[in-house]
């Protein structure tokens, strides 16, 4: 099931600099994406998310993009802190249906 | 902060043995969740749960498994039969309405021997 892919399995970046996860989707049919974090032997945290009818949402340091057309979103995270550090997964749904499909998820790892 | 919580965070057990893994979701969540994360895959949807039924299931979600609020405050996710296959993060989450993010807990580590 690849409907949801993060090619980047890992990104380093140095404090204070701008972190850009990416996420691409295959199907047309999903209408809200969620991205979240999730640390060693914990459950993944909620971040942030948005819906198809739009093209960004942005919450503190944290900004997701949204480009329906290429079926592409991105998380951009500034400035990015050290306790950034973790695994990011994006994750999609569809209307028709409560389950959350995730991807592979990209650790992303923030150099003081 | 309200949160999942889940019990217990490692089971061991013996391959054909009966588990069950508890979750207690956010109190005024009324959509519950189960899913697992094999070593090294994907976060993968196991089933959902809504007024006492289940709403959706995946393909994995096979007679073995099965799911319960047995009071106002625990769901649990029960295997009957464990495999070896069957080892792997089990998470559940909750969310407030269908549409609304789902909240995960720490989740359970199933070791089947």
């Known amino acids: 099931d690849q409907q949801v892919k993060q090619n980047s399995p890992s990104l380093s970046v140095q404090e204070g600099r701008i972190s850009i996860l990416n996420c691409d989707y295959t199907n047309s049919m999903f209408d809200y994406f969620l991205w979240y974090k999730k640390y060693p032997a914990e459950g993944p945290t909620f971040l942030i998310s948005?819906?198809?009818?739009?093209d960004k949402n942005e919450d503190g340091r944290f900004t997701v993009f949204l480009n329906k057309s290429a079926k592409h979103l991105s998380l951009h995270i500034v400035p990015s802190q050290p306790g950034d550090s973790a695994v990011y997964f994006c994750?999609?749904?569809?209307?028709?249906?409560?389950?959350?499909?995730f991807g592979t998820g990209t650790l992303l790892a923030v150099q003081p | 902060e309200p949160e999942v919580t889940q019990t217990p965070s490692h089971q061991v057990t013996q391959m054909g043995q009966e588990v069950i893994l508890r979750c207690v979701p956010i109190s005024n969540h009324l959509y519950f969740y189960w899913y697992r994360q094999i070593l090294g895959q994907k976060v993968e949807f196991l089933v959902s749960?809504?007024?006492?039924?289940?709403?959706?299931k995946s393909e994995i979600f096979d007679d073995q498994f099965s799911v319960e609020r047995p009071d106002g405050s625990n769901f649990t996710l029960k295997i009957r039969s464990t495999k070896l296959e069957d080892s792997a993060m089990y998470f559940c989450a909750s969310s407030e309405a269908s549409y609304n993010e789902q909240f995960f807990g720490p989740g359970t580590r199933l070791t089947v021997l």
């Open positions: 994750a999609a749904r569809s209307g028709a249906t409560n389950k959350l499909i």
């Open positions: 948005i819906s198809s009818i739009k």
């Open positions: 749960f809504y007024n006492n039924e289940i709403s959706e």
